[in-house]
């Protein structure tokens, strides 16, 4: 039989250690707080979840789970198993869903991204530099018109994405149809005048039927991205998107992932986040930058990356794990980005990222076209191992970047 394997971190508040462990075993499979006459031998023989491994140094617990516990294809009814009410018992002071190991029969139960990291290269036409992308700021505030030009000007500076923010869907003063019908203008305007492609990831997230209506409108005026704030919008109606097939690139915020993931003795890890994202379906996916506003280890993102990037993944010493039909994703590093941290996130984070800036763009002294060249000229002097203030020198638009952040 085939296993779904979890490690979670816990504290006891009351009990013993082994206590506790059979506890989450028991509340996140068939058992319960006492002993049932329900529960029969047969039961208990083909679906009692298995202790692999108690850490004792790392606080930490593995425990494998019969896969006929789960249903396949439905990320919902895993997270109400292994993140569901044991995160409740009174019995753990702390809790933390770490990792889970899935088995191929499950994973592939799974569309896995459209596109992913070699399909939106296609559709930008590149072969090995980073993405560059920008947030229009303000994030609110803005008409559909202004929001539009605005967009137009960071294509203009080079950059080859733009997004909504995570609370930009449909607000009076700029309505989603209008924003989608002026911004993807712009885009066809940078491809006559350019003849470069470029991606515009309009917001979705609503109630279910009208994220439905809203992909429709985005493909039926030719976008090629949708945007979907994952966890406010939930796991259910993720993949109800990805399972429409809108043959339209899954651009995914992570907006509210600190509520599960900040604390990291209690809650569920960002690494589970991004695993479960990435078997659903998303082809771009926010991972943080190790160096910018958002808080997030470096360590951590990195093995993010390696998850979400490769077919083949080690990110700890228990766990080995094929994608088998499930392609990459596509890591999107954002947060307080702007010009001067560019090498860095190259370093860190290789090629294979979409380095996006707000305010970093929008913030620059000559505006949001000169803020989008300064970030290309970044990231050419990174591709070209150039020293920026060295490039700067020719570059007059790094030099205010550079002037302004340092």
Same mark, same amino acid.
């Not at 869907?169 to 700029?174: H, P, Q, R």
């Given at each position: 039989?085939?296993?779904?394997?979890?490690?979670?971190?816990?504290?006891?508040?009351?009990?013993?250690?082994?206590?506790?462990?059979?506890?989450?075993?028991?509340?996140?499979?068939?058992?319960?707080?006492?002993?049932?006459?329900?529960?029969?031998?047969?039961?208990?023989?083909?679906?009692?979840?298995?202790?692999?491994?108690?850490?004792?140094?790392?606080?930490?617990?593995?425990?494998?789970?019969?896969?006929?516990?789960?249903?396949?294809?439905?990320?919902?009814?895993?997270?109400?198993?292994?993140?569901?009410?044991?995160?409740?018992?009174?019995?753990?002071?702390?809790?933390?869903?770490?990792?889970?190991?899935?088995?191929?029969?499950?994973?592939?139960?799974?569309?896995?991204?459209?596109?992913?990291?070699?399909?939106?290269? $296609?559709?930008?036409?590149?072969?090995?530099?980073?993405?560059?992308?920008?947030?229009?700021?303000?994030?609110?505030?803005?008409?559909?018109?202004?929001?539009?030009?605005?967009?137009?000007?960071?294509?203009?500076?080079?950059?080859?994405?733009?997004?909504?923010?995570?609370?930009?869907?449909?607000?009076?003063?700029?309505?989603?149809?209008?924003?989608?019908?002026?911004?993807?203008?712009?885009?066809?305007?940078?491809?006559?005048?350019?003849? $470069?492609?470029?991606?515009?990831?309009?917001?979705?997230?609503?109630?279910?039927?009208?994220?439905?209506? $809203?992909?429709?409108?985005?493909?039926?005026?030719?976008?090629?991205?949708?945007?979907?704030?994952?966890?406010?919008?939930?796991?259910?109606?993720?993949?109800?998107?990805?399972?429409?097939?809108?043959?339209?690139?899954?651009?995914?915020? $992570?907006?509210?992932?600190?509520?599960?993931?900040?604390?990291?003795?209690?809650?569920?890890?960002?690494?589970?986040?991004?695993?479960?994202?990435?078997?659903?379906?998303?082809?771009?996916?926010?991972?943080?930058?190790?160096?910018?506003?958002?808080?997030?280890?470096?360590?951590?993102?990195?093995?993010?990356?390696?998850?979400?990037?490769?077919?083949?993944?080690?990110?700890?010493?228990?766990?080995?794990?094929?994608?088998?039909?499930?392609?990459?994703?596509?890591?999107?590093?954002?947060?307080?980005?702007?010009?001067?941290?560019?090498?860095?996130?190259?370093?860190?984070?290789?090629?294979?990222?979409?380095?996006?800036?707000?305010?970093?763009?929008?913030?620059?002294?000559?505006?949001?076209?000169?803020?989008?060249?300064?970030?290309?000229?970044?990231?050419?002097?990174?591709?070209?191992?150039?020293?920026?203030?060295?490039?700067?020198?020719?570059?007059?638009?790094?030099?205010?970047?550079?002037?302004?952040?340092?």
């Amino acid at each position: 039989m085939d296993f779904i394997t979890a490690r979670y971190y816990f504290e006891t508040a009351s009990v013993s250690r082994e206590r506790a462990v059979q506890q989450i075993a028991a509340e996140s499979s068939i058992g319960t707080w006492t002993e049932i006459k329900t529960l029969t031998r047969k039961i208990q023989k083909k679906l009692s979840p298995k202790i692999m491994k108690i850490s004792k140094k790392n606080k930490t617990v593995d425990i494998a789970y019969p896969s006929d516990l789960f249903e396949f294809g439905s990320v919902p009814q895993l997270m109400s198993s292994l993140g569901g009410n044991v995160f409740g018992m009174k019995l753990l002071k702390n809790l933390r869903l770490v990792d889970i190991q899935f088995p191929k029969s499950y994973i592939k139960s799974f569309k896995g991204p459209a596109f992913g990291i070699g399909g939106v290269r $296609r559709l930008i036409k590149t072969k090995v530099r980073p993405h560059l992308g920008t947030i229009v700021k303000p994030k609110v505030g803005l008409n559909a018109k202004e929001w539009a030009t605005v967009a137009y000007n960071a294509w203009k500076g080079g950059l080859d994405f733009v997004k909504d923010d995570e609370n930009l869907t449909s607000m009076k003063f700029c309505k989603f149809e209008d924003r989608v019908i002026n911004t993807l203008d712009m885009a066809d305007k940078i491809k006559e005048e350019e003849g $470069r492609n470029v991606l515009y990831a309009a917001n979705i997230t609503a109630p279910m039927k009208t994220m439905i209506e $809203r992909a429709d409108f985005v493909k039926e005026h030719g976008g090629k991205c949708i945007m979907v704030d994952i966890l406010s919008a939930g796991w259910s109606a993720l993949q109800e998107i990805r399972n429409q097939n809108y043959k339209m690139v899954i651009h995914a915020h $992570r907006a509210g992932h600190a509520t599960f993931t900040r604390n990291k003795k209690h809650g569920i890890s960002m690494y589970v986040i991004a695993k479960l994202s990435r078997l659903i379906g998303v082809d771009q996916l926010h991972i943080g930058t190790a160096v910018g506003k958002m808080e997030g280890d470096k360590k951590e993102i990195v093995l993010i990356k390696n998850m979400i990037e490769y077919q083949h993944v080690k990110p700890s010493s228990y766990l080995e794990q094929q994608w088998f039909n499930i392609k990459p994703v596509f890591a999107v590093s954002s947060g307080g980005v702007y010009p001067s941290l560019v090498p860095q996130i190259v370093k860190i984070l290789g090629n294979d990222i979409v380095i996006q800036a707000g305010g970093g763009v929008h913030g620059h002294p000559a505006g949001t076209r000169a803020g989008a060249k300064a970030m290309k000229q970044a990231l050419i002097a990174s591709m070209k191992k150039i020293n920026l203030k060295k490039y700067a020198k020719a570059h007059k638009e790094l030099k205010q970047a550079l002037d302004k952040w340092g």
